[in-house]
């Protein structure tokens, strides 16, 4: 694969998080940037992301946002807030597939509040 474009803040990529451990979610998915523009735009070594899923389940609805198809994300899909973290930008595997609104970034931001206790 060529060199992929410029990452941006709640831009929505594929990306290979493997090796998972446990109830970590691996294989190639689709996930969310998080990172501040301004760090993306030094080009970091590492990369704050949410993985999406096609699948949630209700105990987690506290916690999941629910992303819809579009752009060339084809799949209406779940941000698994519960499964934020770092990742090295050399796992991300496609140029941008669609972007969220400054809205749906803020959702996000506030769920992982939640899950943190602040």
């Known amino acids: 694969m060529g060199p992929i474009g410029a990452l941006t803040r709640g831009g929505i990529y594929l990306a290979r998080p493997d090796p998972a451990r446990g109830a970590e979610v691996g294989k190639l998915r689709p996930i969310i940037v998080l990172t501040a523009q301004s760090l993306l735009d030094a080009h970091p070594h590492l990369i704050f992301i949410c993985p999406l899923s096609s699948k949630s389940a209700p105990e987690f609805a506290?916690?999941?946002?629910?992303?819809?198809?579009?752009?060339?994300?084809?799949?209406?899909?779940y941000a698994l807030v519960e499964h934020c973290r770092a990742i090295s930008a050399r796992r991300i595997?496609?140029?941008?597939?669609?972007?969220l609104t400054s809205d749906e970034v803020d959702e996000i931001i506030r769920r992982l509040q939640r899950l943190l206790g602040s």
């Open 62 to 77: 506290p916690l999941h946002i629910h992303v819809q198809a579009r752009d060339r994300l084809r799949v209406a899909s």
């Open 93 to 99: 595997q496609s140029d941008r597939l669609a972007q």
